[in-house]
């Protein structure tokens, strides 16, 4: 006989609410601005792709520009990527917005009725257009000024064209204005207006100035003539300035910027373009396809090595750069192994271009001159005066730093001061407030590099804290956000899914053939077609379902853990559950006893033990979530691809039963 | 196609009604549709979906007991054949045993597999015995299991 002292405790009961119906939808969990992904997917694989759109568009005002070059934390979310691959939530979010604006479909822009106060968002990148969008849709008045000659800030500098199309950063832009928002371009703060009579004119200020401004590579021989920061390669190129490359490329950095920036120098003319990253290719903050596509495209790959010394001729132009190699060492602070240099084992690579791309830094210019004596980076690139360079770097213009205007009696006219950490002004977590009252924070400014999505989603949360602001809010109260889970969770003896749903492959998103790839604007990414689009959609898991087992009807045949194509469900001896809510104390009370354990990570929703079931026991719960503020701002929403799809819970036409 | 699709005429059959009313689950090559087989068939539903890996193993009981079994219906069908031609008493047995060796249809062969049946079931349950006395079964929930064999 086995004891059941011996037996340990494995598993921790929890309460099955609204809470935990909702972080099972991980890739809507794992989405900053909490995108209704699975909502879109089932409504694509029903060939409701406008409707579809309608629920990518709501929560995310970059949407476009995400169909494009998210990073996708939602794929790396996906529930199916334990069956087989996640889905392709991204080229399918690309597929619908591009279905909306080649049909010409309206756009569906909600407005609210003006409140009366006026906001200033500095910066038109992802964050800024986030927080515009939300304010101005709430029927503030707000005025987005950027210091670039359009809109899109580090997806318009630092993503190349031939990854993202430059119109559709204009249809992003274009969404936001939608919602009142007016752009001020051309308007650089703390050069052309100061933040204190910036804060004068309007009620609130949101500084969402990015980062994209290099950090020094502090190595020997950096201000030769051949050395050009990534950001700034990039911005020029993007901006379409004139940006001669040399024949041989070194790009330092394992990042997208480094990859941008290789991809970038293959088509501008240069005859080889290698990245040397100091860490291993698993290291390396690219993803996988990202990788293999620059690999595709002929750029070559040096890993372990960090560089020693960039090495000029007696004209003062590059001619070489000096490595040495690296070994792995342990984690350092931030989770990732630290790459220690092995002495001796010095190399040297002849190039006449070195494109590093290792770090970025926020403009503290924009805080005025307090925050400029804290600038990390090397100085700021002039983007309205173009500088033809007779050399590779020459146009770089000198530091901007404490160029504050003054007024006509020499004083200064921006004398805020901020509380700084490492070269970032420090905010309230909640609020995103500074601390100077009515002045906010937000994106990349205050994070460092970071996503396209997380700053969205940062912008998003800020012009709740600054609606809540201008409505009167301080201190505690303007911290905790109430929330208001509307829910209504149906449970069904019946559900289908699509016909081969489990079968199917993840669908290839189709690329451009390399031939077709020399051109600058040229786009890589072919995309999905209709076909394609569906059969992806019908792979969808529908997480929004969970089995639920009826205990007091249930009488422990097994026939459903027997039946379960997944091993989902199974029984187990009752000592190796705890818990401490109340229905614990009597089941422990038992001598012996069975538990019923749903391992919901691999259900495939595939409804065999709902019809196995003889006492009917089990059932397939939906949920349908709307989750908001007491004044009636939707935080996130879970049900509209039932509304929208008006076939509950069916998705695709046909069913194989 | 994997997923069964095919086109045209192969096609255009697959989704006719006919087709589909004989064949109500797709080509069982995923474990959900493996699993729809097994429950959706008139035969197979009785047996479990899935088994452990290591219940079907055959050093788990190297199948003595249904060698143990088969050996005992086999004594029982030659036995009942040969009860014929064989009276147990003094004074017949020899004249029947010859008889059997020589006259009687396939008897040599009924004889011997009586007799080497008989010999090997008690090997045989002597082995089973011993194997499921050492995996244990008699206490619950499948002591029944146990007692009985």
Same mark, same amino acid.
């Given at each position: 006989?086995?004891?059941?002292?011996?037996?340990?405790?494995?598993?921790?009961?929890?309460?099955?609410?609204?809470?935990?119906?909702?972080? %099972?939808?991980?890739?809507?969990?794992?989405?900053?601005?909490?995108?209704?992904?699975?909502?879109?997917?089932?409504?694509?694989?029903?060939? /409701?792709?406008?409707?579809?759109?309608?629920?990518?568009?709501?929560?995310?005002?970059?949407?476009? +520009?995400?169909?494009?070059?998210?990073?996708?934390?939602?794929?790396?979310?996906?529930?199916?990527?334990? +069956?087989?691959?996640?889905?392709?939530?991204?080229?399918?979010?690309?597929?619908?917005?591009?279905?909306?604006?080649?049909?010409?479909?309206?756009?569906?822009?909600?407005?609210?009725?003006?409140?009366?106060?006026?906001?200033?968002?500095?910066?038109?990148?992802?964050?800024?257009?986030?927080?515009?969008?939300?304010?101005?849709?709430?029927?503030?008045?707000?005025?987005?000024?950027?210091?670039?000659?359009?809109?899109?800030?580090?997806?318009?500098?630092?993503?190349?064209?031939? /990854?993202?199309?430059?119109?559709?950063?204009?249809?992003?832009?274009?969404?936001?204005?939608?919602?009142?928002?007016?752009?001020?371009?051309?308007?650089?703060?703390?050069?052309?207006?100061?933040?204190?009579?910036?804060?004068?004119?309007?009620?609130?200020?949101?500084?969402?100035?990015?980062?994209?401004?290099?950090?020094?590579?502090?190595?020997?021989?950096?201000?030769?003539?051949?050395?050009?920061?990534?950001?700034?390669?990039?911005?020029?190129?993007?901006?379409?300035?004139?940006?001669?490359?040399?024949?041989?490329?070194? +790009?330092?950095?394992?990042?997208?910027?480094?990859?941008?920036?290789?991809?970038?120098?293959?088509?501008?003319?240069?005859?080889?373009?290698?990245?040397?990253?100091?860490?291993?290719?698993?290291?390396?903050?690219?993803?996988?396809?990202?990788?293999?596509?620059?690999?595709?495209?002929?750029?070559?790959?040096?890993?372990?090595?960090?560089?020693?010394?960039?090495?000029?001729?007696?004209?003062?132009?590059? %001619?070489?750069?000096?490595?040495?190699?690296?070994?792995?060492?342990?984690?350092?602070?931030?989770?990732?192994?630290?790459? $220690?240099?092995?002495?001796?084992?010095?190399?040297?690579?002849?190039?006449?271009?070195?494109?590093?791309?290792?770090?970025?830094?926020?403009?503290?210019?924009?805080?005025?001159?307090?925050?400029?004596?804290?600038?990390?980076?090397?100085?700021?690139?002039?983007? /309205?005066?173009?500088?033809?360079?007779?050399?590779?770097?020459?146009?770089?213009?000198?530091?901007?730093?404490?160029?504050?205007?003054?007024?006509?009696?020499?004083?200064?006219?921006?004398?805020?001061?901020?509380?700084?950490?490492?070269?970032?002004?420090?905010?309230?977590?909640?609020?995103?407030?500074?601390?100077?009252?009515?002045?906010?924070?937000?994106?990349?400014?205050?994070?460092?590099?970071?996503?396209?999505?997380?700053?969205?989603?940062?912008?998003?949360?800020?012009?709740?804290?600054?609606?809540?602001?201008?409505?009167?809010?301080?201190?505690?109260?303007?911290?905790?956000?109430?929330?208001?889970?509307?829910?209504?969770?149906?449970?069904?003896?019946?559900?289908?899914?699509?016909?081969?749903?489990?079968?199917?492959?993840?669908?290839?998103?189709?690329?451009?053939?390399?031939?077709?790839?020399?051109?600058?604007?040229?786009?890589?990414?072919?995309?999905?077609?209709?076909?394609?689009?569906?059969?992806?959609?019908?792979?969808?898991?529908?997480?929004?379902?969970?089995?639920?087992?009826?205990?007091?009807?249930?009488?422990?045949?097994?026939?459903?853990?027997?039946?379960?194509?997944?091993?989902?469900?199974?029984?187990?001896?009752?000592?190796?559950?705890?818990?401490?809510?109340?229905?614990?104390?009597?089941?422990?009370?038992?001598?012996?006893?069975?538990?019923?354990?749903?391992?919901?990570?691999?259900?495939?929703?595939?409804?065999?033990?709902? $019809?196995?079931?003889?006492?009917?026991?089990?059932?397939?719960?939906?949920?349908?979530?709307?989750?908001?503020?007491?004044?009636?701002?939707?935080?996130?929403?879970?049900?509209?691809?039932?509304?929208?799809?008006?076939?509950?819970?069916?998705?695709?036409?046909?069913?194989?039963? | 196609?994997?997923?069964?699709?095919?086109?045209?005429?192969?096609?255009?059959?697959?989704?006719?009604?006919?087709?589909?009313?004989?064949?109500?689950?797709?080509?069982?090559?995923?474990?959900?549709?493996?699993?729809?087989?097994?429950?959706?068939?008139?035969?197979?539903?009785?047996?479990?979906?899935?088994?452990?890996?290591?219940?079907?193993?055959?050093?788990?009981?190297?199948?003595?007991?249904?060698?143990?079994?088969?050996?005992?219906?086999?004594?029982?069908?030659?036995?009942?054949?040969?009860?014929?031609?064989?009276?147990?008493?003094?004074?017949?047995?020899?004249?029947?045993?010859?008889?059997?060796?020589?006259?009687?249809?396939?008897?040599?062969?009924?004889?011997?597999?009586?007799?080497?049946?008989?010999?090997?079931?008690?090997?045989?349950?002597?082995?089973?015995?011993?194997?499921?006395?050492?995996?244990?079964?008699?206490?619950?929930?499948?002591?029944?299991?146990?007692?009985?064999?």
């Amino acid at each position: 006989m086995i004891s059941d002292t011996a037996i340990p405790l494995r598993f921790q009961t929890a309460e099955v609410g609204v809470d935990w119906l909702q972080c %099972n939808i991980e890739c809507q969990e794992g989405c900053p601005v909490n995108t209704n992904c699975r909502g879109y997917l089932m409504l694509a694989a029903e060939g /409701r792709f406008e409707e579809g759109y309608i629920l990518a568009r709501d929560p995310n005002p970059v949407a476009a +520009i995400c169909g494009y070059v998210c990073s996708a934390p939602c794929e790396k979310a996906c529930r199916r990527a334990d +069956i087989d691959k996640p889905l392709a939530i991204r080229a399918m979010k690309r597929f619908l917005v591009d279905w909306h604006y080649a049909n010409n479909m309206p756009d569906n822009v909600v407005v609210q009725a003006p409140t009366g106060r006026n906001v200033a968002v500095i910066g038109a990148g992802p964050a800024g257009l986030a927080a515009a969008k939300e304010l101005g849709g709430w029927g503030h008045e707000v005025h987005v000024y950027e210091a670039l000659p359009s809109g899109g800030g580090t997806t318009l500098i630092g993503v190349p064209a031939f /990854r993202l199309p430059r119109d559709v950063i204009e249809l992003d832009v274009n969404w936001v204005a939608k919602h009142g928002v007016q752009f001020h371009y051309n308007v650089e703060i703390g050069r052309d207006i100061t933040l204190e009579q910036l804060r004068e004119k309007h009620d609130a200020v949101v500084v969402a100035a990015g980062c994209m401004y290099p950090v020094a590579m502090n190595t020997p021989g950096e201000e030769l003539d051949g050395v050009i920061y990534g950001v700034d390669f990039l911005k020029r190129a993007n901006l379409g300035q004139p940006q001669p490359v040399g024949e041989h490329v070194v +790009i330092i950095g394992g990042g997208y910027t480094a990859m941008d920036s290789s991809r970038t120098a293959l088509r501008l003319g240069a005859k080889t373009s290698t990245i040397v990253y100091r860490r291993g290719p698993d290291e390396m903050v690219v993803d996988e396809e990202e990788q293999h596509e620059t690999r595709f495209e002929g750029v070559r790959f040096e890993y372990f090595s960090s560089p020693v010394e960039v090495l000029g001729d007696e004209r003062g132009k590059v %001619n070489g750069i000096t490595f040495v190699r690296t070994r792995l060492g342990p984690p350092d602070q931030s989770g990732r192994r630290s790459a $220690e240099t092995i002495p001796g084992s010095e190399y040297t690579v002849p190039c006449d271009m070195v494109i590093p791309c290792t770090s970025q830094a926020s403009d503290n210019n924009v805080l005025g001159e307090f925050g400029a004596k804290l600038n990390r980076h090397v100085g700021v690139t002039d983007t /309205r005066t173009i500088v033809d360079g007779g050399s590779l770097s020459s146009w770089r213009t000198a530091p901007l730093n404490g160029t504050t205007p003054t007024d006509a009696q020499g004083n200064s006219l921006n004398d805020l001061e901020f509380e700084f950490n490492r070269g970032n002004v420090t905010i309230n977590a909640d609020t995103f407030g500074t601390n100077v009252d009515g002045i906010f924070a937000v994106g990349d400014f205050v994070t460092g590099p970071a996503t396209i999505i997380e700053a969205a989603g940062l912008g998003r949360r800020a012009a709740r804290s600054v609606d809540r602001w201008l409505a009167g809010l301080r201190g505690e109260e303007l911290e905790e956000l109430p929330v208001i889970n509307r829910a209504v969770i149906t449970q069904s003896l019946e559900h289908d899914m699509p016909r081969f749903y489990e079968a199917t492959e993840r669908q290839e998103i189709p690329m451009a053939p390399p031939e077709l790839r020399r051109d600058f604007t040229s786009l890589v990414e072919v995309g999905y077609d209709t076909r394609g689009a569906i059969t992806e959609g019908t792979r969808c898991l529908q997480c929004n379902h969970n089995i639920n087992i009826d205990g007091p009807r249930c009488i422990l045949c097994g026939l459903c853990a027997d039946v379960c194509p997944e091993g989902v469900i199974y029984m187990i001896d009752k000592a190796q559950v705890g818990g401490d809510d109340p229905e614990q104390g009597f089941f422990q009370s038992w001598p012996r006893g069975i538990a019923m354990i749903i391992d919901e990570e691999r259900c495939i929703r595939c409804n065999l033990c709902v $019809e196995r079931c003889p006492t009917n026991c089990i059932t397939m719960d939906r949920l349908e979530l709307e989750r908001f503020t007491p004044d009636g701002k939707v935080l996130l929403e879970s049900y509209k691809d039932n509304v929208l799809g008006q076939v509950g819970q069916q998705a695709g036409a046909a069913v194989d039963r | 196609m994997s997923n069964g699709e095919g086109g045209g005429i192969g096609r255009f059959i697959k989704e006719s009604a006919l087709w589909r009313s004989l064949f109500r689950q797709p080509y069982p090559n995923t474990s959900r549709t493996r699993a729809l087989a097994v429950m959706n068939n008139v035969f197979l539903h009785l047996h479990p979906v899935r088994v452990k890996r290591h219940a079907v193993r055959y050093t788990y009981t190297f199948c003595l007991g249904g060698i143990s079994f088969f050996l005992f219906l086999s004594l029982t069908v030659t036995g009942v054949y040969l009860m014929f031609f064989y009276v147990p008493s003094v004074s017949r047995a020899y004249q029947d045993i010859q008889a059997i060796e020589a006259s009687v249809a396939f008897g040599t062969l009924v004889r011997n597999m009586h007799r080497w049946a008989a010999h090997l079931m008690v090997l045989t349950v002597f082995l089973h015995m011993i194997r499921v006395f050492y995996h244990g079964p008699t206490s619950r929930p499948v002591s029944s299991t146990g007692w009985s064999g």
